[in-house]
């Protein structure tokens, strides 16, 4: 058996009008509840160079990418905690 040190990740988005984020919410209720972060605002800032080189290479779907961002889960002042993250993905 081989060793597989990256995986496929997918996901799939969908637009959903209020009725039917009700229904899923609904649905859901006997089976989760909301974490930590179930009531926050996500706010991210990506980085990339002068030339937008990290996004044309990203748009021309290479086989190996990276992403440089900082998010918060909150509106930030000075003190609060922001995470800085350098996003690879490489799809064989």
Do not use: C, H, W
């Amino acid at each position: 058996m081989t060793y597989q040190s990256t995986f496929k990740r997918y996901e799939i988005k969908y637009l959903l009008t209020e009725l039917e984020k009700k229904a899923v919410l609904q649905a859901m209720a006997p089976y989760m509840r909301l974490d930590s972060y179930g009531r926050t605002t996500i706010r991210n800032i990506y980085f990339d160079t002068n030339t937008y080189r990290l996004i044309r290479r990203s748009l021309e779907k290479p086989a190996y990418k990276e992403k440089l961002r900082i998010r918060s889960y909150q509106t930030v002042s000075s003190d609060d905690p922001v995470f800085i993250e350098l996003k690879k993905n490489i799809s064989l």
